[in-house]
């Protein structure tokens, strides 16, 4: 951990993940792992995390700012943002990517170039949409498909990774963008 901001590296370490790709991109069911290390003190990640909640509630702090996620709910969370965990429903579950802003930012500029963004990359910053459900599903399978490939050695594993992070990253910009 480097001042008070984990790295996907740490994250992968510290939380046991074994779903990670070279610690570039890193996927989480979230009620696989102990998340109460993040209700005891703030954090910063120094990665994009991506979170869609199946069931439930949680409330978080986040950047100073009370918010309440609940199912249907996708999150996107550019590095260095302050979250805080304040509680979650017993029945929560959702699913979360971690991708490095390396991938994160090759993705866009490969593919949308000069396009406006409703968000900076070097800004804390959240964006919260909610989805239909028919969206929900759509993200949710290429979440879990991501899943899948990263613990799936193959000669094509990284260009598989690198088309299912860009499907998450532009079905969640098709939402923003309209």
Same mark, same amino acid.
């Given at each position: ?29 979230? +009620? ?8 005891? +003190? ?25 918010? !309440? ?10 590095? !260095? ?33 000069? !396009? ?7 800004? #804390? ?5 909610? *989805?239909?459900?028919?969206?929900? +599903?759509?993200? *949710? ?5 991501? #899943? ?12 598989? *990774? ?12 098709? !939402?923003?963008?309209?």
């Amino acid at each position: 951990m480097t001042e008070g901001i984990l790295t996907l590296g740490d994250l992968v370490e510290q939380f046991d993940i074994f779903r990670h790709y070279d610690k570039l991109i890193a996927y989480v069911g979230m +009620e696989d792992v102990n998340t109460e290390p993040f209700t005891k +003190e703030p954090v910063r990640f120094d990665c994009f995390m991506v979170v869609l909640v199946n069931r439930g509630e949680m409330r978080l702090f986040i950047t100073y700012e009370e918010r !309440r996620v609940i199912a249907g709910d996708l999150l996107l969370l550019t590095p !260095r943002t302050l979250i805080f965990l304040i509680a979650k429903s017993d029945d929560f579950s959702g699913v979360c990517i971690f991708l490095d802003p390396m991938v994160f930012s090759h993705s866009i500029l490969s593919r949308i170039g000069q !396009r406006p963004m409703p968000f900076t990359v070097n800004q #804390s910053q959240l964006l919260l949409i909610s *989805l239909d459900k028919q969206n929900h +599903e759509a993200l *949710l399978h290429t979440m879990l498909a991501l #899943s899948r490939h990263i613990v799936l050695p193959g000669a094509h594993q990284e260009k598989i *990774l690198s088309s299912l992070a860009d499907a998450i990253i532009f079905q969640m910009l098709d !939402r923003l963008l309209g």
